[in-house]
């Protein structure tokens, strides 16, 4: 998914319109139009002022090709970890399962537990169907 199309994504989840997220980033109507559409690509200091429009991280928008060494750090320190994120964003709905864990840090222990659980669970339910067949 392009940075445009990551942008438009979470805009549209957030119910903002172009005119008002162009707004919330200091940036022109018709360069963030542009932007979504991938007519332009925004200077990083430009896709700072998005991000920080919608309560991004900066990561958040930058293409799973895109990640530099620095990014790489920040995002996954264990390389395999790395590996499964990049598999995992190609993945169609992974996205919007991720955006279901903003406040994580927040939560508390017991609900943590809940989700493992719950992870944990379809898992074994999903291998044990498939060695069934």
Request: proline share 2%; net charge negative.
């Amino acid at each position: 998914m392009s940075i445009g199309s990551r942008i438009r994504s979470e805009r549209k989840r957030q119910n903002l319109t172009l005119k008002e997220l162009s707004d919330k980033a200091d940036i022109s109507l018709s360069y963030l139009g542009d932007i979504e559409k991938d007519r332009n690509k925004p200077s990083l200091e430009r896709l700072k002022d998005i991000a920080k429009a919608l309560d991004k991280n900066l990561a958040f928008f930058i293409d799973e090709e895109g990640f530099g060494e620095e990014e790489d750090r920040y995002i996954a320190p264990d390389p395999e970890i790395k590996r499964l994120l990049e598999s995992l964003f190609r993945v169609e709905g992974f996205t919007e399962i991720l955006m279901e864990f903003r406040g994580f840090e927040f939560w508390s222990s017991r609900e943590k537990a809940e989700i493992l659980g719950l992870l944990r669970a379809k898992n074994e339910f999903r291998e044990s169907a498939e060695s069934a067949v």
